[in-house]
């Protein structure tokens, strides 16, 4: 085959030179592209994760009588933070038969113990945080 031929075939299929360089021109402009919004969310991501953190762990329960449950948890959250907490007391089913929010003071050390008697309207089986969130 021939060189004229061959451009022919080329040019017919869109393999020109001219054709390469806007690909290429294409592809540089979209890897910019990704590579612009990769960075901004990785600087976006890293500066959420700077703010105060807040975490809760249920350290038990106490079962005191028909409608009352004290429920034991530990958070941990930066000195001189406060915070709010919903316990939650449940039946046998894992019906939420009490609910109750608690106002976490602040305090001189990121982890500390708590206890909080919870009402119940049935008896209960269990309680635990339900949530916590930094106030």
């Known amino acids: 085959m021939t060189e004229t031929a061959e451009r022919a075939i080329d040019a017919r299929y869109g393999r020109t030179p001219a054709k390469k360089r806007r690909d290429r021109v ?3 402009t979209a890897g910019i592209g990704v590579a612009v ?5 990785v600087v976006w991501a890293g500066l959420d994760q700077a703010g105060a953190t807040l975490e809760s762990q249920d350290i038990g329960h106490t079962i005191i009588d028909s409608q009352t449950v ?5 958070i941990s959250m930066p000195v001189g933070q406060t915070a ?3 316990l939650q007391v449940q ?4 019906a939420i038969t009490g609910w109750k929010i608690v106002d976490v ?3 001189k050390t990121f982890t500390n113990g708590y206890s909080t008697m919870v009402k119940s309207t049935e008896k209960p089986v269990t309680g635990l945080i339900y949530q916590c969130w930094l106030t």
């Open 26 to 28: 294409v592809y540089i």
């Open 37 to 41: 919004v990769v960075s901004a969310w």
């Open 70 to 74: 004290q429920v034991n948890y530990q």
């Open 84 to 86: 709010k907490c919903a």
């Open 91 to 94: 039946n046998s089913a894992h």
């Open 105 to 107: 003071p602040a305090a």
